[in-house]
């Protein structure tokens, strides 16, 4: 009863009947003004779904701050930082991870380069290298100085985008991997899109509209007032359909009219997919890719070929600005990594998953979590055994001959026909050794 009491004591409603008293911090805005927008020429064409695919692929990339064994650079741990649940969880009050990094891959298509910079830290940046960081943000760079860039970035406490003044050596500016493909004024996607607005500019003229009518009079207008005439009677025509409800107008007997029933052919469509497949054959890119179809080794040429070079850029500049060289000495990282069970049928898992355990790759919980399921709560499920082999800590006992009992072990598992094999030696060359010396023993007397 007390609970309950305490339940009604302390409850809360978003609806309850009070009056609204939240104070005023910042301008409001129909649409997120923190969003990074394309530029008009890439938000209408196809290029807009090449940057997204790509930026989603890169997002489902997983980066940690991790800490590496001392002999070998493997990873050893993660490390529960303040940077690590930034690159994994929150960046900033407004965007997830995946957000985060699709907003920043996108942006990086779009202007080539990008700063992302830390806003809140726990020491100035430009005085130590030794702080944490708290949340960071995607800027554009606008103007470029020695040591020092000018950033276009979010600013979440007034609401509106602002130009700072940041250091190099604190922000990680990242450069695309594919810049002269992509952003080079004369590269294949910008060439591409040259074509693609044109072909934008021809349709709109097309569909504006027009009649393409060509009105043929029954005399020469060679001179001026049969020029004059002309136009006053080609004007009268669009008068009447203009002005008629059904768009119906008369001409005389003597004249004849034409119609234009297709625009002037050129060769901008055949430009645009020859330049659209050597795009797609240089970033890495098939048509299956984007409608999902594409088979296991095209999925691993996208990988490699696409989004390996841009998480590698990523994470290289997260290490390189935001881990100072102290942290590098105490085998500190920043670390990417992509599941590779994504790419694999479910058919295909079994199989998997006992070769993996069976090498003492993966434990059996590892596995488990892979497809879906619960860990086990069995303690070895969490060990790196091969379970097809008897263990140290299970007991073995002997027989009178000395041969190891293989009776806890199933009868066609490899460790009990291996068992059974040195028994039986064991046994054969007791019975040779016991004939020996019997033959001996005979020969001796007889003598």
Request: aromatic share 8%.
């Amino acid at each position: 009863m007390a609970n309950f009491a305490e339940r009604i004591k302390r409850s809360w409603n978003v609806f309850m009947g009070r009056d609204q008293t939240y104070s005023y911090d910042g301008p409001g805005f129909g649409m997120r003004p923190d969003r990074m927008h394309f530029r008009s020429y890439n938000a209408k064409s196809v290029i807009a779904s090449i940057y997204n695919r790509i930026a989603v692929d890169v997002a489902l990339v997983t980066f940690n701050h991790v800490r590496l064994d001392k002999d070998d650079e493997r990873m050893e741990s993660i490390i529960k930082s303040p940077l690590n649940e930034v690159l994994t969880l929150s960046p900033n009050k407004d965007q997830s991870a995946l957000e985060f990094f699709v907003d920043a891959v996108s942006t990086l298509f779009d202007e080539g380069t990008i700063a992302i910079v830390p806003i809140d830290t726990s020491a100035d940046p430009s005085q130590t290298d030794s702080y944490d960081i708290y949340s960071i943000r995607v800027g554009k760079v606008t103007e470029w100085f020695p040591s020092n860039v000018r950033v276009e970035v979010y600013n979440d406490r007034l609401g509106r985008k602002q130009e700072i003044i940041v250091p190099k050596s604190s922000t990680a500016i990242i450069e695309n991997p594919f810049y002269s493909i992509m952003n080079e004024p004369n590269s294949q996607l910008q060439r591409l899109l040259r074509v693609l607005n044109q072909i934008d500019r021809t349709n709109e003229q097309n569909s504006s509209g027009k009649l393409d009518l060509i009105l043929q009079l029954p005399y020469s207008i060679h001179t001026t007032a049969r020029k004059r005439e002309a136009e006053e009677r080609r004007k009268a025509i669009e008068g009447q359909l203009k002005d008629a409800q059904y768009g119906i107008a008369y001409v005389d007997g003597t004249e004849r009219i034409t119609q234009l029933n297709r625009a002037v052919e050129n060769n901008l469509w055949a430009q645009a997919k020859d330049l659209q497949a050597d795009l797609y054959n240089q970033l890495g890119l098939t048509k299956e890719i984007f409608d999902g179809t594409a088979d296991e080794a095209a999925s691993l040429n996208y990988q490699s070929r696409s989004i390996e070079p841009i998480a590698t850029a990523f994470a290289q500049e997260f290490q390189r600005k935001w881990l100072s060289k102290t942290a590098r000495t105490q085998h500190q990282a920043i670390w990417y990594y992509r599941d590779p069970f994504k790419l694999v049928p479910i058919s295909q898992i079994a199989e998997i998953g006992d070769k993996f355990t069976r090498n003492e790759i993966m434990t059996s919980n590892e596995i488990r979590s892979i497809i879906g399921r619960k860990p086990s709560k069995d303690p070895k499920a969490d060990k790196l055994i091969n379970s097809n082999l008897n263990q140290p800590e299970e007991k073995q006992g002997s027989d009178p001959s000395g041969s190891t009992s293989v009776s806890k072990l199933p009868n066609n598992s490899p460790a009990t026909m291996d068992s059974k094999r040195i028994q039986n030696a064991r046994l054969w060359l007791n019975q040779i050794g016991t004939q020996k010396a019997t033959r001996i023993e005979s020969e001796e007397k007889t003598s």
